[in-house]
């Protein structure tokens, strides 16, 4: 058994606000990763494309995600952060797993049978050959670990099947066969408005979510407007059951402040809704306040980050090339 070194792969599409949700369920994990391995982060825009995008918009969204990035703390330096169209190799590589996956894997993805909803036969041929660009993203630099969402593990366990029939079809061990990263903590972010529902860009309304560049006074609006009910804070995790606006907001607050549920809950028991609204604002203004500052500034400088995205593209074509190489070679494509 070869063993792989430990690379850490992650990918988001550049499609919309950044909000709490991505935050805490995504982004603040990749910071604290980005510490101990060695780290690629991509901003898929070759994904985003699988449904209608306005140019203009998927460019300004791809700059915008990156200046969130980097102002949530990723380190430009240390880690490795680019656009996926900037390395063609992607999408070698996922012609390639297009011939190794089978029809009938990729027509069981959920995410696809929601997406594609009543109207398969007009959706993007590529919206269904996602998860093999996905596998090819991943595989493309030999990674280990992605840290992802629930919502992806689906995707994670094809990437797993594609890598373990290319190496069985070709007898020899190119692949990884690669592990998911999933986050205890405030995996899932729910609506302002809603608790049963999940934070989203989508959301018709703002005041269901704290986008990353909202103020300080639009976070405290969206807090004092959240959704509650009428009991004072439990004095367990347990009385949460039903309460899932009470849950969603000790989560954030236990999130935020690195504290676990517990430990949250402990800290409001039995307070009125008023005066914990109060310390969660106070709490996300500190955490999200030089964020979204720094966001904002850094995005008054197109051309800073446009070359730090550069930089990232060249590097991380320097590490798929040899990969494809190999691949090429264990298919029997002649290179002269
Ligand atoms: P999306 O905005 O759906 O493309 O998601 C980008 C990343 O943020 C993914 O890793 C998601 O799992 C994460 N994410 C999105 N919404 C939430 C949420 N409400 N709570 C926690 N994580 C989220
Ligand atoms: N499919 C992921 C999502 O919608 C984004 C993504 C694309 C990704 N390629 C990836 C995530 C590779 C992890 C690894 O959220």
């Not at 959301?203 to 407007?225: C, G, H, M, Q």
């Not at 039903?242 to 607050?253: K, S």
């Not at 809704?273 to 996300?284: I, V």
Request: proline fraction near 5%.
């Amino acid at each position: 058994m070869t063993t792989f070194p430990n690379r850490i792969f992650s990918g988001i599409q550049p499609s919309g606000n950044l909000h709490l949700g991505n935050y805490l369920g995504a982004m603040r994990n990749w910071v604290k990763l980005q510490r101990d391995y060695d780290c690629i982060f991509c901003m898929v825009d070759q994904h985003a494309i699988t449904v209608w995008q306005d140019p203009a918009e998927l460019r300004r969204q791809t700059r915008e995600l990156a200046c969130g990035m980097i102002a949530a703390g990723i380190d430009p330096e240390g880690t490795l952060l680019f656009n996926q169209s900037q390395n063609p190799d992607h999408a070698n590589l996922a012609w390639v797993f297009n011939c190794v996956a089978r029809m009938g894997w990729l027509n069981r993805m959920t995410q696809f049978k929601e997406k594609a909803g009543k109207d398969r036969e007009n959706v993007s041929v590529g919206l269904f050959a996602y998860p093999a660009l996905m596998a090819a993203d991943i595989l493309v630099y030999k990674a280990t670990h992605v840290p992802v969402g629930e919502d992806q593990k689906q995707h994670l366990e094809l990437t797993r099947d594609i890598a373990q029939k290319f190496n069985n079809d070709f007898g020899r061990e190119v692949f990884p066969l690669t592990e998911p990263l999933i986050f205890g903590t405030a995996t899932r972010v729910m609506s302002l408005r809603d608790g049963t529902k999940k934070m989203s860009k989508s959301d018709p309304s703002d005041y269901s979510r704290i986008n990353l560049t909202d103020d300080v006074d639009r976070i405290a609006e969206k807090f004092r407007k959240a959704k509650t009910d009428p009991m004072e804070l439990p004095a367990s995790v347990e009385e949460l059951k039903d309460r899932p606006e009470a849950d969603n907001l000790l989560g954030i607050y236990a999130a935020l402040a690195d504290l676990t549920l517990e430990e949250a809950v402990a800290r409001f028991a039995g307070a009125q809704f008023s005066k914990f609204k109060g310390e969660l604002t106070d709490l996300a203004v500190s955490v999200l306040g030089p964020i979204g500052a720094e966001m904002n500034r850094l995005m008054a400088d197109p051309g800073h980050v446009d070359a730090i995205l550069a930089r990232g593209g060249e590097k991380v074509r320097a590490l798929s090339a040899p990969v494809i190489a190999e691949v090429y070679d264990t298919v029997g494509f002649l290179r002269p």
